[in-house]
């Protein structure tokens, strides 16, 4: 995540030690902890690419887990899967976002299974 030993710190005193503590960790959680680490006496910043890359692994995360899925080092490794996996989640949350315009055939006394099928192909 490209931390550095005081940010490493700042965030175990926030109760982020390892990768199993996501699971308290979501965007809301993540944002107040990196405020929260600002506010120290000294102020320990955590650069936007730490602060994206903890976001991305928090959703990651929750979704491995959501999905039945293991967590692992090399799952949660940012380089080789986590760049991939934030690309397609964005593509998932933007068609989540855009609304269906395509509407499926209902069958009706006007349109019978023949002529449903039919309309369905196309």
């Known amino acids: 995540m490209d931390l550095s030993g005081d940010q490493r710190t700042a965030l175990s005193g926030e109760g982020l030690t390892n990768v199993n503590d996501f699971q308290y960790f979501k965007r809301d959680e993540l944002l107040v902890a990196f405020k929260n680490c600002r506010s120290l006496d000294p102020p320990v910043p955590l650069s ?4 994206t890359r903890l976001l991305v692994a928090s959703i990651a995360w929750h979704y491995y887990t959501n999905t039945g899925r293991g967590v692992t080092p090399t799952n949660m ?7 991939a996996f934030n690309i397609e989640w964005k593509a998932i949350a933007s068609m989540a976002e855009k609304e269906n315009e395509l509407k499926l055939p209902v069958l009706s006394k006007t349109l019978p299974p023949l002529k449903w099928s039919e309309s369905f192909k196309q």
């Open 48 to 51: 936007a690419k730490s602060s």
């Open 77 to 83: 490794h940012f380089q080789n899967i986590l760049r």
